[in-house]
């Protein structure tokens, strides 16, 4: 079995931009996609934060437009999903569900997945008035109301974020207190643009008929009482899950299950780096994902350098085929 310079996994901001980093280094990397091609903006309609794109660009497009790039110059991108991955040995061993690789250097890039509140009518809104990050999305609600679902720091942080732009913020909470450190509540509460629900559950999200957010339904569980708040937009933030089930008892991760880095992208397995959502979880933005993306194929390559000097010159010769 040959073995590959680079296998990265993922292709997201993170993943395609290490592609083509690596690509243009003439290390040939294999892409494998994962089951979510394109990541979290393959689920964006409208993305005006990246750079270059005065008038915005949709998220599909733009993970189009990296993949035709990351191609241009020779990464191999094929459909499929890792099972398993074997990095106590090296070369490291990536398997699909129909085929095994083997590669000198890996770069995970496994991304984070949002956690939903498992509504129909949340998964066909998701990108049309329903959003999992408001300083993604927040711009478009400039004037209207919104609801944010959640009761964490990170909930609070976009309530208190989207009043710049809302003209309410309704908090919907399961609970009839906050999970938010005090100083977060203490802010969320003195805003005079934000009100709360408590003890409350999301039914429904509507309109899916109409295909964007006109308001939710929610029920408050101790009354039973159900309410109709009209909305133009719901941000979910109830937290994200890193995609590192692959990787539990092979590389180091926090107490969320995050992958740790150090000086740089390094994972605490050499050979081993990690980019984007699956190690940041304070940024989390398709800019900060392309960012680490190039450091893991930078760290990547220095490392392919230097494999003479503690691998052998056999390891040298096989970079070189």
């Not at 437009?65 to 990351?70: L, P, Y």
């Not at 569900?97 to 997945?113: F, K, M, W």
């Not at 711009?139 to 009761?151: D, E, L, N």
Request: proline share 3%.
């Amino acid at each position: 079995m040959s073995v590959r310079n680079v296998i990265v996994i993922g292709s997201g901001p993170a993943g395609l931009t290490a592609a083509l980093y690596t690509a243009r280094a003439n290390l040939k990397p294999l892409v494998i996609e994962g089951l979510e091609a394109g990541g979290q903006l393959m689920l964006t309609t409208l993305v005006e934060n990246w750079p270059g794109y005065r008038d915005g660009i949709d998220g599909p497009d733009l993970m189009a437009a990296m993949r035709e790039q990351a191609q241009r110059f020779g990464a191999e991108i094929i459909r499929g999903n890792v099972t398993s991955v074997d990095l106590l040995s090296h070369p490291f061993t990536v398997k699909t569900s129909d085929a095994e690789y083997r590669a000198r250097a890996l770069i995970v890039a496994t991304g984070a997945s949002a956690r939903l509140l498992g509504l129909a009518s949340e998964r066909s809104l998701l990108g049309h008035g329903v959003s999992t990050c408001a300083t993604c999305d927040g711009y478009f609600f400039r004037g209207k109301p919104i609801a944010v679902v959640g009761g964490g720091d990170s909930a609070m942080e976009e309530a208190i974020f989207l009043t710049r732009f809302a003209s309410h913020v309704t908090v919907v909470h399961r609970r009839d207190t906050l999970r938010a450190s005090k100083i977060m509540q203490d802010k969320a509460f003195a805003n005079p643009k934000i009100s709360f629900e408590w003890n409350a559950d999301v039914e429904e999200i509507k309109d899916t008929g109409k295909g964007e957010v006109t308001s939710m339904v929610i029920r408050n569980h101790q009354t039973g009482d159900v309410k109709d708040i009209p909305v133009d937009g719901v941000f979910v933030a109830i937290g994200h899950t890193p995609n590192t089930v692959l990787f539990n008892g092979q590389l180091d991760t926090d107490a969320n299950g995050y992958i740790v880095t150090h000086a740089g992208s390094r994972t605490s397995v050499p050979g081993v780096f990690a980019c984007g959502d699956v190690q940041d979880h304070v940024y989390r933005q398709a800019i900060t994902a392309a960012g680490s993306g190039c450091m893991a194929a930078i760290d990547a390559e220095k490392y392919l350098e230097g494999l003479p000097q503690h691998l052998g010159e056999a390891a040298h010769v096989a970079t070189l085929e």
